[in-house]
């Protein structure tokens, strides 16, 4: 099929940063494994809506822009120290 504006790399290469993503985090112990583990499950049900259904356009856009940000806050997850870790939780659950 084709897709108008590469919509269709750009949520390949969603779904290929989750894969990965997910390897290196199924890698990691501790707290921050759980963590992102968790945040990885929602972000896959966007994935899922955007490869499986037909969607406008703002909708795509909206999706997509959600699970770039969902990605990259769980590489910053991955990335950070346990105390990093329990600040961020702290910050996020007022």
Known sequence: MFSFFGWGRRVRKLRRDWDR?????????GTAKK?????LDLIEGNLRT???QQLSGIVRARLAKET??????VKAIMKAS??????MKKAKAP
Request: aromatic share 0%.
């Open 68 to 73: 770039e940000i969902g990605l990259a806050e």
């Open 35 to 39: 963590v992102a583990l968790e945040q």
């Open 21 to 29: 993503t997910r390897e290196r985090t199924l890698k990691k112990h």
């Open 82 to 87: 346990d105390t990093e870790l329990q600040e």
């Open 50 to 52: 955007l490869e499986e």
